[in-house]
């Protein structure tokens, strides 16, 4: 019996693409419904920042709605007259002090709750969460008596402390976090090399905290950076005051000086727009790693 043999069928071939067409998903977006409300947004955002600029960089009485001719009488006045360049120091001072004391003790917080179990622990972590719930002015009082007791009233490190004992909770917590993501297994082969444990974190885990150290201790310094109620009762010295507390002498109940303003406003500003703009690329990273296991 004789089969016809059915020819093999022939390979189709697509159809290339055309140039300059592309298929679109159904549910595609088109561009101009991403990018018109973004650029309202940052002309809402950006507003504020060039009317400041606007304010602190025209002459005194001008209505020009351009800073022309431009001036820089308002800088002179606030970090001479105003004691600016005074104030500038001790937030520097308060900054950084508290950006080293907040990591440091977070460090050592956060490595006990991410690599030790405790009876406590759980609820050690709920009173830390729950802290962030009590707002910084109840905190006024308590501390204002401890600080008397300690002779620390009108003295920077008191501001420090406070401020640190203020981050301390939110930082042990992301710290945690951070180190929970490092393989417990590096510190155990570093063990095996003969490392004890502040060796083996020395070596192995400090370095991959980078990111994470960054990110919190760049929080503590701007938060440090721009509190303003511990500065305003702990002190009482004008020569020991914060950029804050100088930006409030400003004002009066009977006048506003909008030249001098706008010029403090952007003398406070300043170092950090330059710090996080130093640091945006490891703060992002630190993020990152916090958000994937905590």
Partial sequence: MITEIAPAPEHVTSEPARPGRRRRAWDEVPRWQIYLPLS???LFTLIPFYWILLFALRPAGSTSLVPWPVTLDHFHKVWTERSFGTYFVNSVYVGIATLFLTTVVALAGGYALA????RI????????????FVP????????????????MINSLGSVVLAETVFQLPLSMILISGFIRNVPYSLE????VDG???LAAFRIVVLPLLRPGLIAVGSFA???????????????????????PVGLNTLMSSDSVDLGALAAGGIVAAVPVVIVFAFIQKWLITGFSAGAVKG
């Fill in 195 to 197: 490392c004890n444990r």
């Fill in 40 to 42: 309202v947004y940052l």
């Fill in 115 to 118: 690599r030790f179990d405790f």
């Fill in 121 to 132: 622990k759980r609820a050690f972590m709920l009173a830390l969460l729950c802290s962030q």
């Fill in 136 to 151: 910084g002015a109840l905190l006024l009082v308590p501390l204002f008596q401890i600080f008397a007791k300690l002779q």
């Fill in 221 to 243: 310094f701007v938060h440090a950076w721009n509190h303003f109620l511990f500065a305003l009762m702990f002190l009482s010295d004008q020569s020991k005051q914060t950029i």
């Fill in 188 to 191: 155990e082969a570093a063990w």
